[in-house]
């Protein structure tokens, strides 16, 4: 059972990604392989509620985000910056779409970071992402894409 942060987050990424990239995205039912490389997007929020989000996708989950959301192709110029920047903006989507949803007034501000990516070429790093409590791990058109939201309020 998801917390209540969490369950926003899973239903915020999946209304993203269905709409930006055309990817269906819901809660594993089964184990999905872990990605060899991947890599992890984080920002950070401040407001009524505040707090950091991550999600961490592997190499081609990003690839393919990239592809629908900004019709790449591999042999572009610059393709792997463009997909990390791709996942960064996926990112700064989907927290336009959450931080309204725990906001407790219409007038709430929050002020928000940049999202920063960290790029990992060992599968130990996915693990070790997945095995920290409160992780949700999402379906994303049979690739696997780690989840987290930590607040405090």
């Given amino acids: 059972m998801l917390d209540t942060h969490t369950q926003t987050l899973v239903d915020s990424i ?23 490389t991947s ?9 009524p509620v505040s707090g950091t989000i991550e999600i961490m996708g592997g190499n081609e989950l990003v690839e393919l985000i ?5 019709g790449l192709e591999p042999e572009d110029d610059d393709v792997r910056e463009k997909q990390i920047d791709a996942f960064k903006e996926l990112l700064n989507t989907i ?11 219409e007038s709430d501000i ?3 970071t940049i999202p920063v990516a960290t790029e990992y070429e060992d599968v ?12 949700a791990i999402l379906d994303c058109d049979y690739y696997p894409l780690a989840i987290s939201i930590t607040t405090s309020e």
Avoid at 14 to 36: D, G, H, K, R, S
Avoid at 39 to 47: I, L, N, P
Wanted: negative net charge; hydrophobic residues 55%.
């Fill in 124 to 135: 130990a790093n996915w693990d070790a992402f997945v095995a920290q409590e409160h992780i």
């Fill in 110 to 112: 929050f002020d928000i």
């Fill in 39 to 47: 890599v992890k997007v984080s920002m950070s929020f401040e407001g």
């Fill in 95 to 105: 927290c336009g779409i959450l931080l309204p949803k725990l906001a407790t007034a």
């Fill in 14 to 36: 999946a209304e993203t990604l269905e709409t930006m990239a055309f990817i269906m995205a819901m809660p594993a039912e089964e184990q999905l392989e872990a990605p060899c």
């Fill in 66 to 70: 990239a592809a629908n959301f900004l």
